[in-house]
Each structure stands twice: as C-alpha cells, then as structure tokens.
C-alpha cells in the first residue's frame, strides 16, 4: 500500500510544472549583475522584457521552452510571432543579443523526446525477483 501512495505523489508531483526564469545582464557575454527580465509559472505569450538594455540574457526554462525576440515582433491580439526574429534560450546558457520581447510555451509531459520507455523485459526481471513488491501493488 505504501508503494502506491509514493507512485502516486511521483506522479503528481511530475504532473506540476516548474517556474521558468529570463536573466537579464547589461553588458555581453552575461557579465555583470543579473537582473530578472521576465519570470512566471505558466505560459505567456507576447511577454515584454523588464528593461530593453539588456545585452545578453541567460534562463532557466524549468519544464517550459522560452523563446526570446528582438525588435517588436509580437502581435498583442493575435498572440503570433515572426518566427524568423527568435531565439529559443536553452538553460544556463548566454545568448548575446537586444531582445524585446519573450514567450513561455508549455511543453505536455507526453510530448518531450527525452521521454524513457520502459523497458517492459526489464521490469517483468524486477517482479521475479522481487514478487513481494508486486504484490504490495495488488
């Protein structure tokens, strides 16, 4: 019974997305002192960056994939983008460049490439050798 109730906070608890930050920096090559250029826990679209001084800006997308946009490519009311003007920022990496604006897109649990398969062999392995663990799961 124990070992339902942790299957099921794990999944939960996957379930819930984290928050995604943009650092901002001044100067190039994210030197300087960072300052929060947008930050959230969910989508949004059409974001305006904090200052429009920033020189390079750094991020940590949690599970959401951020895209940042230079001069005012976003369209408040239709929410669209020139797709040609952005740049997906990838974690704790510096991007130099005069960025505007962003978007956080969610991306499904389901949907990653870096989802594992599981290894149906592997775990039928585990249940002979342990059986008492599948029968805590009857």
């Known amino acids: 019974?124990?070992?339902?109730?942790?299957?099921?906070?794990l999944a939960?608890?996957?379930?819930?997305?984290q928050a995604w930050t943009i650092h901002g920096y001044t100067e190039k090559d994210?030197?300087?002192t960072?300052?929060?250029?947008?930050?959230?826990?969910?989508?949004?679209?059409c974001g305006t960056m904090k200052s429009s001084t920033y020189k390079s800006?750094?991020?940590?997308?949690?599970?959401?994939?951020?895209t940042a946009y230079s001069g005012s490519s976003c369209s408040e009311s239709s929410?669209?983008?020139?797709?040609?003007?952005?740049?997906a920022l990838q974690p704790a990496r510096c991007v130099n460049g005069d960025f505007d604006t962003y978007e956080a897109q969610f991306i499904a649990i389901g949907?990653?490439?870096?989802?594992?398969?599981?290894?149906?062999?592997?775990?039928?392995a585990y249940y002979a050798e342990f059986p008492e663990e599948l029968d805590e799961l009857k």
């Open 79 to 87: 929410g669209a983008y020139t797709p040609s003007e952005g740049y």
């Open 12 to 17: 939960l608890g996957a379930a819930s997305a």
């Open 111 to 124: 949907k990653r490439d870096n989802e594992t398969a599981i290894d149906e062999e592997l775990v039928a």
């Open 34 to 45: 960072a300052d929060t250029a947008g930050s959230g826990s969910g989508k949004e679209a």
């Open 1 to 9: 019974m124990q070992l339902k109730s942790f299957l099921l906070a």
């Open 30 to 32: 994210c030197k300087g």
């Open 57 to 66: 800006l750094k991020a940590s997308p949690g599970d959401y994939v951020l």
